[in-house]
Nanobody
Framework: QVQLVESGGGLVQAGGSLRLSCVYY????????MGWYRQAPGKQHELVAS???????NYADSVKGRFTISRDNAKKTVDLQMNSLKPEDTGVYYC???????????WGQGTQVTVSS
């Protein structure tokens, strides 16, 4: 069983920055992808950024150039540096880890990010 614990959410003014951190406990066999998703009010759950074990990173178009994802395989952590935040970045951010060789997919409890205009 894998458990993910997020931290770092909060309230920030537009143009500000926040850093989200996530650590996972337990083991997931083989290659995997860690990512951050968000659920904004009235919007679909969306992938914000992801980072694979091999180092491949992907970003939603809406955050490219503003957000940076980083992971440390040894420490089992993934961080999301969010700069130039906009009100539309508001939502609950969830950390996840997904196996690339099985159907295993685990989620954190979510952390609230609120960007005021």
């Amino acid at each position: 069983q894998v458990q993910l614990v997020e931290s770092g959410g909060g309230l920030v003014q537009a143009g500000g920055s926040l850093r989200l951190s996530c650590v996972y406990y337990g083991s997931i066999f083989g290659l995997n992808v860690m990512g951050w998703y968000r659920q904004a009010p009235g919007k679909q759950h969306e992938l914000v950024a992801s980072a694979s074990t091999a180092g491949t990173r992907n970003y939603a178009d809406s955050v490219k150039g503003r957000f940076t994802i980083s992971r440390d395989n040894a420490k089992k952590t993934v961080d999301l540096q969010m700069n130039s935040l906009k009100p539309e970045d508001t939502g609950v951010y969830y950390c996840s880890i997904r196996s690339q060789i099985s159907s295993s997919h685990y989620w954190g409890q979510g952390t609230q990010v609120t960007v005021s205009s």
